[in-house]
């Protein structure tokens, strides 16, 4: 994100230290893009063709009530001043309540999100631990068998439709094979054994010593966050490779090999150690997209998270609960993507 | 004879006029893209694509709505269905013959409107400058920072159901990078010196931005689009398959997908064969942009 240098005059007048400027800009610019996603979850929720007071108060419900109801959403007042309504809701966590189960949207989102964060971050894990030193080796030895590996399976993981390897997955993994549990987190068996304290079952049960609801629970997850991880790795691989090839071609290496260093040491010690900050920028990246890529996964795989938990408020029309799942999934994103923007910032002196 | 004659007057060093140099560039950059065989199968395999698009009445051994539940959940191979049929007992292969349609019909809708709007937008913004520039870029990075699946489903979701408001959609979370691109063409190109030579000779903003900045935002935008569309086709069948896109019974490979899925365990062709159609597309478009990439844009490509 490129934050706009001050015009001349500006410049002129500084008398503030730099950073308190650049920082100022900063925080500007994501409360900038922050308002521009509630926009336009605003906007959205005004122009969809559902009426925000008959889902409320039901099609048999007298005038009297309909107005009520009606000014109480402040649906009287002017737009801007409904916008800030919104705002001010959203500032204290409140999405509206459900249409569908007449519960408030932040409490169902904050029951589904644990198992989103759990999918998405044993995926970025699995993503890491195969692509980065995929990469590097790819890098390392280029042209060779292993890079065009690395090369045949970002390319397919670019051109795979995630739900339907999701499918393919548990048609080859849990239908034919057996090895991996089946859609769901646990066996039916396991439900609601361990007490819930993250959220998180794979952490519960550890917490709670049951490990044989763990060894469930990881049978279900593994086939959704290796997919996840899979589709991560795509792309994690081939930014690490690119990233080895400019700092393999540099001088330094040169000298370094001259010295007789061992090629271990050059790849690890020099060049990887030097493209640090642009890999947990791109991991940083990577892991906003699987929150989001989850949300197919999580209904292949019937997977209780804020993806699933969309869908279903979709296609029975309670839009409170999608704006909401919206809103969470979009400040994440967007904070994600501005904290990935920020490290490269702090850490690479070159990015000023 | 003429053959090689008309290779040697393409291949010239010394082009006589101005379309003589632009076809003799032309052609040398067919000749780059010809040897590039990735880059060919997924061209050979886009062209299969439209063609078999546009003669699929022709092609296809069933009409793809008919229903047969005498015949449903047939297996691969079986007699006359070289695909099985689904759980209507509708011929699999003449669906996805006639599902290639819609999925033309939508990659060339989100192909038109994203690259034209964020042409638009960028390069207005680069060469106007100030505060148009920086109200235009802050909005294209708001949207860039978007989650663009969760986004179109929000769209959708305001907009209801169906292809067009899938498209609509889609190129409402796509159009972003394009902007970007041409922007930052618009930016080094307007201080070049032709384009002062040209103010001089007393041309208006609008006719340097449409004759002299636009031609040349055009190949950087190609290339994107085709590496782009990939993803259009892989969102648009997303959506299909939350059933939010094309609707049942249109034979939308994504909404394929959906209803094969209750049958996945027992009949896994139902689900896969859509599934592998609309891998091999985006692997050719893939396989193309790489191509084109390397041809018109030799700087990306690492």
């Given at each position: ?15 503030l ?30 122009v ?34 409904q ?35 759990e999918?998405?971050?044993?995926g ?12 590097v ?149 990577s ?66 | ?39 060919m199968?997924g ?81 207005v ?33 305001a907009?209801?159901?169906?292809i ?31 384009i ?13 931005i ?87 844009d ?5």
């Amino acid at each position: 994100m490129a934050l706009t240098e001050g015009s001349g005059k500006g410049r002129e007048r500084a008398s503030l230290p730099p950073w308190i400027k650049t920082t100022a800009l900063t925080i500007g610019s994501i409360a900038m893009t922050m308002l521009g996603l509630l926009f336009v979850t605003f906007i959205i929720g005004r122009v969809m063709p559902i009426d925000p007071v008959l889902a409320i108060v039901g099609e048999r419900a007298s005038q009297s009530t309909y107005d009520a109801v009606f000014l109480e959403l402040g649906l009287d007042k002017p737009l801007v001043v409904q916008f800030g309504y919104y705002i001010w809701d959203v500032l204290h966590l409140d999405f509206g309540t459900s249409l569908l189960n007449a519960r408030p949207v932040s409490e169902d989102i904050a029951r589904v999100f644990p198992a989103t964060l759990e999918l998405a971050t044993l995926g970025i894990v699995i993503g890491i631990v195969i692509g980065v030193p995929l990469g590097v080796i790819a890098a390392a030895r280029k042209g060779s068998w292993i890079d065009q590996v690395a090369r045949v399976l970002a390319l397919v993981g670019y051109s795979m439709p995630i739900f339907w390897l999701g499918l393919m997955g548990l048609l080859i993994f849990y239908g034919i094979l057996g090895w991996v549990g089946g859609p769901g987190r646990v066996g039916i068996f396991y439900v609601d054994v361990v007490p819930s304290v993250t959220g998180m079952i794979l952490v519960d049960a550890a917490l709670d010593g049951n490990w044989d609801v763990f060894k469930n629970a990881f049978s279900h997850i593994i086939l959704p966050a290796s997919l996840l991880g899979y589709f991560s790795l795509a792309y994690i691989s081939r930014m690490t490779r690119s990233f080895m090839l400019e700092q393999l071609s540099a001088e330094y290496i040169t000298t370094a090999r001259v010295k007789g260093m061992s090629e271990w040491d050059v790849i690890w010690k020099h060049a990887f150690k030097n493209i640090r900050v642009q890999l947990i920028t791109v991991i940083a990246l990577s892991y906003a997209n699987l929150l989001e890529g989850s949300v197919l996964t999580e209904i292949i795989f019937s997977w209780p998270g804020i993806g699933s938990y969309i869908t279903t408020a979709l296609l029975s029309a309670d839009m409170n609960a999608v704006l909401g799942g919206t809103v969470v999934v979009g400040l994440i994103f967007i904070l994600l993507n501005i904290l990935s923007d920020l490290l490269y910032k702090v850490f690479d002196p070159r990015a000023k | 004879m003429a053959e090689r004659t008309l290779r040697q007057w393409l291949l010239t060093d010394t082009p006589t006029s101005r379309r003589h140099a632009k076809l003799s560039a032309l052609y040398q950059g067919w000749l780059a893209f010809r040897s590039n065989t990735m880059a060919m199968v997924g061209l050979c395999i886009l062209l299969a694509l439209v063609l078999i698009a546009m003669a699929a009445p022709l092609l296809a051994p069933h009409d793809p709505f008919v229903q047969n539940l005498g015949n449903r959940l047939a297996p691969l191979g079986s007699e006359g269905h070289l695909l099985g049929t689904d759980s209507l007992g509708r011929d699999i292969l003449s669906r996805l013959i006639y599902g290639a349609r819609i999925t033309l019909y939508i990659v060339a809708l989100v192909a038109l409107i994203a690259p034209v709007v964020g042409l638009l937008v960028g390069t207005v913004s680069g060469y106007v400058g100030g505060w148009v520039d920086i109200v235009l870029m802050r909005i294209t990075d708001i949207f860039l920072a978007f989650p663009r699946l969760v986004l179109a489903l929000a769209f959708v979701a305001a907009l209801g159901a169906g292809i067009e408001n899938a498209v609509i959609a889609i190129s409402l979370t796509a159009w972003p990078p394009y902007a970007r691109i041409a922007r930052a063409e618009t930016l080094t190109i307007r201080s070049s010196d032709y384009i002062s030579a040209i103010k001089l000779q007393g041309a208006g903003g609008l006719r340097i931005i449409t004759k002299h900045i636009w031609p040349l935002c055009i190949s950087s935008l190609i290339v994107r689009v085709t590496l782009d569309m990939a993803g259009i086709i892989l969102a648009a069948a997303g959506l299909g398959f939350l059933g939010l896109g094309a609707q049942p019974p249109s034979p939308e490979w994504g909404a394929m997908i959906s209803e094969g899925r209750r049958f996945i365990l027992d009949h896994w062709w139902v689900a896969t064969m859509p599934g592998l159609a609309i891998f091999i597309v985006s692997l050719a478009f893939n396989l193309l942009g790489d191509g084109l990439r390397d041809v018109l844009d030799p700087k990306a490509g690492e």
